[in-house]
């Protein structure tokens, strides 16, 4: 069946070092990919998607490139910033229409 | 935004008790999804729904039933709650678009079963 893999945090950085969350996956059929973040007490939001290989879904800063010889979809931004903290769920959807999720990851930037 | 309201937000229970949580939308998405997030986990799938009366189970359906009478509501209940089931229950809706199937979540509903 589907499934997604993703290292495992918490994930602790100083502010404007560079953020990498790797992500993995399997898959039958052409998944479409996703990134959802996850603040503290609220919902998922959607942070970036990308829905074919080498597409690059990009949003407030962060980037993640569909490769799909390498079954990734790695999360990365420049410059975090304290206001980054959260948890971050990559995703999938196939054939069923409903996401996949991996375990998630917990970002904490510090001052 | 994708206008989804979730109800109760939060409630606690006893074991045994039936309880219904309910996930209502304001667009007219065909798709409609429970999932509960525990730690660890991530977030798995209960059920979820392609159209009315239409349901089929994901990975964790054991204990839970689901009911979709109107396009805009759907109905997760536990009909008989176990400690177990004590988890936030996310409900998300899917909105088609030429972009791909992106899915929008609401709020989420704690409960407690004691």
């Known amino acids: 069946g589907d499934s997604v893999t993703q290292m495992e945090g918490p994930v602790t950085l100083s502010e404007e070092a560079f953020l990498t969350i790797n992500c993995t996956y399997t898959?039958?059929?052409?998944?479409?990919l996703f990134w959802y973040v996850q603040y503290p007490g609220e919902g998922l939001q959607l942070l970036l998607k990308?829905?074919?290989?080498?597409d690059k879904g990009s949003n407030k800063g962060f980037e993640a490139t569909y490769r799909k010889e390498t079954t990734s979809f790695h999360l990365e931004k420049g410059s975090v910033q304290v206001s980054d903290s959260a948890v971050y769920f990559c995703?999938?959807?196939?054939?069923?229409?409903?996401?996949?999720f991996g375990s998630g990851t917990r970002l904490q930037v510090q001052p | 935004d994708a206008g989804i309201t979730q109800s109760p937000r939060h409630k606690v229970t006893e074991t045994g008790t039936p309880v219904t949580l309910r996930c209502h939308q304001t667009?007219?998405?065909?798709?409609m999804y429970w999932y509960r997030q525990d730690p660890g986990h991530g977030l798995r799938l209960i059920h979820y729904?392609?159209?009315?009366?239409?349901?089929d189970k994901g990975e964790v359906s054991d204990g839970y039933s689901v009911s979709r009478s109107k396009t805009e509501d759907f109905l997760l209940t536990l009909e008989s709650a176990t400690s177990s089931q004590t988890s936030v229950y996310f409900c998300?809706?899917?909105?088609?678009?030429?972009?791909?199937?992106?899915?929008?979540f609401g709020e989420g509903s704690w409960l407690t079963v004691v």
């Open positions: 898959a039958t059929g052409y998944p479409s």
């Open positions: 998300a809706i899917s909105e088609d678009g030429p972009s791909g199937n992106t899915i929008y």
């Open positions: 995703a999938l959807t196939a054939s069923r229409r409903a996401l996949t």
């Open positions: 667009e007219n998405h065909r798709y």
């Open positions: 729904s392609y159209g009315v009366k239409d349901t």
């Open positions: 990308a829905t074919k290989a080498d």
